[in-house]
């Protein structure tokens, strides 16, 4: 960079010094220059810590051995692009292996070359704001700014100490999405834009986990969403084999989910003829249909009790719904309780209920395991409180809502 083409700002006095961001802590400000073209503002700087004289590699003496200007991107400021040039000191072994080396400063992240209060910034930032409003106030591409996000999450979630995991589904960026969680430290670890991800998902968290010789044979408990099993990839053999030392459980309330969706799907000529007697659409007879008895206002309990005569076929079916719900939610379910829910369900001429039957028969004894250990069940009473208001993230695509929800409930 040739300093002769540029504006200087800070030893020729103008335009102002407020122009450049607080110095990082134990460095110097030497000068700072405004980039051509509108590109920012680059500062050069020098460390102010005591020189270390040993050699990181064989702990003997080692010199200074002349400077080089390295350049990191550092957080904007005042809407302005900001890149720090630091005078980094080099020096070379003299008393062992002769080896190069270079001062260090906590200050900066010599992956990525950014400044560590510029990743605190993006950290912050991503979670309530556009990438593209970031990439173009801090002079980066828009992509990268996101990758950079995207990696930093995921090395903070791979820090990983729970014995007990679940494969869970959240409702973000206006459909479910299967996401990773820690039960016991209560945090997710990542959230996927569809089933078919987790595998991988599951692969680089074991990946980046550290030490990851200890991180597979901790794991105890993985309760895994039912929807999940629907997908090769991600079978009760594959989690065995992931998890060799782990006991799998079916999520209960994924088991009511899906049994309700299977529900409405065998009743959809039911609702549609309904609909038609009450001269009202099928999507308000479906609305109507999917929700919970427990939380039906007066006027929806009215409209109800007069499907009871005006399609009795309808109504048995979504009693024995509510039936089947409320025994999983309050975990009142038993052999003889879903032997008799069997029974009256074969005995239904209307509708084909054999999909239900067959899902909660082949999941029975995981999911029958996870309704007695209460450590497991009261998670879900939790995510439900901290994921009942996503849409408020205010995050239109996938990625940004991931990112937003990932700051909000994955940090820990």
């Not at 350049?71 to 070379?92: A, C, H, N, S, V």
């Not at 990438?131 to 930093?152: I, N, Q, T, W």
């Not at 030490?211 to 053999?237: C, G, H, N, R, W």
């Not at 004894?365 to 450590?375: A, G, N």
Request: charged share 25%.
């Amino acid at each position: 960079m040739m300093e002769s083409s540029l504006t200087e700002i800070v030893n020729g006095g103008a335009p102002g010094a407020e122009e450049i961001p607080p110095p990082l802590r134990d460095t110097e400000v030497q000068s700072a220059v405004r980039l051509p073209g509108s590109k920012g503002i680059a500062v050069r700087v020098r460390s102010t810590l005591p020189r270390d004289p040993v050699c990181p590699f064989c702990r003997k003496p080692r010199a200074p051995n002349g400077t080089r200007f390295v350049r990191f991107r550092d957080r904007p400021w005042l809407g302005t692009p900001i890149t720090i040039e630091w005078k980094r000191q080099q020096y070379r072994c003299v008393g062992g292996c002769g080896r190069a080396s270079n001062e260090t400063h906590n200050g900066f992240d010599d992956r990525h070359f950014l400044t560590r209060r510029f990743v605190g910034w993006l950290m912050h930032e991503g979670t309530i704001r556009p990438f593209a409003d970031l990439a173009k106030e801090c002079g980066m591409h828009a992509s990268l700014v996101r990758k950079l996000f995207s990696e930093r999450a995921r090395q903070e979630a791979s820090n990983w100490h729970s014995d007990k995991i679940a494969i869970c589904s959240v409702h973000l960026a206006n459909q479910d999405r299967p996401a990773i969680f820690d039960i016991g430290e209560r945090r997710f670890l990542d959230v996927y834009a569809s089933w078919e991800k987790v595998a991988d998902g599951l692969s680089m968290l074991m990946f980046y986990s550290s030490p990851p010789e200890f991180i597979v044979p901790k794991v105890t408990s993985i309760v895994v969403d039912v929807a999940a099993f629907s997908y090769p990839d991600l079978s009760a053999d594959y989690f065995d084999k992931l998890f060799p030392y782990a006991e799998l459980f079916v999520s209960g309330v994924s088991i009511a989910r899906e049994a309700s969706r299977l529900i409405i799907g065998a009743c959809e000529p039911l609702l549609a003829s309904c609909a038609t007697l009450e001269k009202r659409s099928l999507s308000s007879a479906l609305a109507l249909f999917s929700r919970e008895r427990r939380g039906l206002g007066e006027h929806a309990k009215d409209r109800l009790r007069r499907w009871e005569y005006l399609c009795p076929a309808l109504y048995e079916v979504y009693d024995l719904k509510e039936q089947l719900i409320t025994s999983i939610r309050d975990r009142s379910i038993n052999l003889d309780i879903w032997n008799r829910w069997k029974a009256e369900a074969a005995a239904m001429p209307a509708v084909d209920l054999r999909p239900i039957i067959s899902l909660v028969d082949t999941h029975w004894r995981e999911f029958l395991d996870y309704q007695l250990r209460s450590e497991l069940v009261f998670f879900e009473a939790w995510l439900e409180d901290k994921t009942s208001n996503l849409d408020a993230l205010g995050a239109h695509s996938f990625a940004s809502s991931r990112a937003a929800f990932l700051r909000r409930l994955g940090a820990k």
